[in-house]
């Protein structure tokens, strides 16, 4: 079956710890995507990548890293300065470039939880 | 820039009757809208998605959304709610560069 996997379900984090989370697609999608989600707020951009090897900001960057090395594969790093990390990580994918990267039907995967104790 | 509002956090219906849920966007270049759908703890669904053409899209589950321009709405409905409809539900906007969504709204189903 096609579609998008990130794990853990469940991620616990110590404060002053980087934690990475895992997203992988394998629909052939050129563009991915993570949101951030907290009660209230729907979904928040943290970074997208239109292409290998090249990503962008979104609205809510600061304290996260991420890479794009491989197109199957977009992992969020959550690092020490992200002073409040605990929410629902999202990520999704879409066809991309062809259409524009905004304008194509996301796919999202299952979600992680991420809690700082 | 891209924006979209959803009216009530929440809406609570009984069981056989209308579901209405409110989505209002704001768009400097013409939308292409969507309607998502999240069960507790899951990933979320594409239930619909405007591009071009007909103003009333149908979706899956039996929902459907009609893109009013004049009223820059893009409403979703379902005749007869279902209890296996009670979830969260996003509206979103896409424009050139991003896509943006609603705060969601919660539907839940009374027996």
């Known amino acids: 079956d096609g579609g998008i996997t990130q794990s853990p379900k469940y991620l616990f984090r110590k404060e002053g710890q980087n934690v990475t989370l895992s997203c992988e697609q394998n629909?052939?999608?050129?563009?991915m995507y993570w949101y951030r989600q907290d009660p209230g707020q729907g979904l928040r951009l943290i970074y997208y990548?239109?292409?290998?090897?090249?990503?962008q900001k979104g609205d809510i960057a600061e304290g996260y890293s991420v890479s794009r090395e491989k197109k199957e594969s977009f992992p969020l790093t959550v690092t020490s300065a992200q002073k409040n990390p605990t929410a629902f990580y999202l990520c999704a994918s879409s066809i991309g470039l062809a259409g524009g990267v905004s304008t194509d039907t996301q796919y999202f995967g299952p979600g992680t939880r991420l809690t700082v104790l | 820039a891209q924006s979209v509002t959803q009216l009530g956090s929440h809406v609570s219906v009984s069981e056989g009757a209308l579901v209405l849920l409110r989505c209002n966007y704001s768009?400097?270049?013409?939308?292409?809208l969507f309607w998502y759908v999240q069960y507790p703890n899951q990933g979320l669904q594409l239930l619909l998605k405007y591009t071009t053409g007909a103003t009333l899209v149908k979706g899956i589950n039996g929902f459907e959304a009609e893109f009013k321009k004049s009223e820059t709405s893009f409403h979703l409905t379902k005749p007869s709610a279902h209890m296996s409809d009670a979830a969260e539900y996003f509206c979103a906007v896409s424009g050139r560069n991003d896509m943006r969504f609603g705060a969601g709204t919660r539907l839940t189903v009374k027996p």
């Open positions: 768009s400097s270049v013409p939308p292409y």
């Open positions: 629909l052939n999608h050129d563009a």
């Open positions: 990548s239109q292409i290998v090897n090249d990503f």
